[in-house]
């Protein structure tokens, strides 16, 4: 027989466990998304692999498989809204269910406001709130049939601050990632289908290291910001994944969680300690 302490760390393993769970993640090529699916699969989670490298795709379902779980990746432009409904309709005939939706996926054009295009406004939209929201409902839709289910919504610091350096389109979009957040919590909670946010500072990712690379100011400058002393890693959102996507955050819904190394909570003129 168990002793107390052995059956207290199965209960709480427990309430992780996506074991039987299906999980839609985009971006899954690389960076955040990629960190996130492996994650979801490592907890038991079976996944559909969305994004635009093929290649990429291969990858992280390759090291899927190697928890023993199944992965089936999908090349689809987010932006689209014809080729997210296909993407799903490939989902009813491989897994019949969706339990976890993760919305990684998007890019923006930086730009001046009194330069951008309009074109390129639009664009980012698409990519970000457009393309975000037809996933959602798709998946909602679902979920909703089953009375289950949890979807995180990827947004930014610029959710809920300005960031400057060209962001306007960016910061406008994830605005209303974050307010889609809310909405769709408020409507859908009720019913069973949670939805959250993940507002995450900087994260190292490739188009992140070019614009380093082009300005050597700028990692100074984003460290300013960062009182754990660093920028973020994809990895940084795995645990908070699994949370969300699991059991143990049955409570929580239309939250907007900063994952920023303390970065909203440090003052514009405040000054940050190091040993």
């Known amino acids: 027989m168990p002793d107390a302490s052995t059956a207290a760390t199965s209960s709480a393993s427990g309430m992780f466990d996506l074991t039987g769970r299906v999980a839609l993640v985009s971006g899954a090529a690389s960076g955040m998304g990629r960190a996130m699916s492996l994650a979801l699969a490592e907890h038991g989670a079976d996944v559909m692999l969305a994004d635009l490298n093929a290649a990429g795709l291969e990858s992280t379902a390759s090291e899927i498989q190697k928890f023993g779980r ?4 999908v090349v689809c432009n987010v932006s689209d809204p014809s080729a997210i409904r296909q993407m799903f309709a490939r989902l009813d005939k491989e897994f019949g269910r969706i339990d976890f939706l993760g919305n990684v996926a998007g890019e923006a054009v930086l730009a001046k406001p009194e330069e951008i295009s309009l074109e390129d406004v639009e664009a980012t939209w698409r990519n970000l709130v457009f393309g975000r929201f037809c996933m959602c409902q798709e998946a909602g839709r679902r979920m909703l049939q089953a009375r289950r289910g949890s979807i995180v919504n990827i947004g930014s610091l610029a959710s809920i601050t300005s960031l400057g350096r060209g962001h306007i389109a960016y910061s406008m979009a994830m605005g209303a990632v974050a307010q889609m957040t809310r909405e769709l919590s408020t409507e859908w909670s009720g019913l069973g289908v949670r939805v959250n946010a993940i507002l995450p500072a900087q994260v190292v990712n490739p188009g992140l290291e070019k614009r380093m690379a082009a300005d050597p100011n700028l990692e100074r400058q984003f460290l300013k910001g960062i009182p ?5 890693e994809p990895k940084d959102i795995q645990g908070l994944a699994v949370l969300l996507a699991s059991d143990a955050s049955s409570w929580i ?5 900063p994952m920023d190394g303390g970065n909203l909570a440090l003052n514009g003129g405040g ?5």
């Open 271 to 275: 000054s940050v300690r190091h040993a």
């Open 253 to 257: 819904t239309g939250t907007l969680i």
């Open 70 to 73: 199944r992965a089936v990746p």
């Open 228 to 232: 754990r002393g660093r920028l973020g």
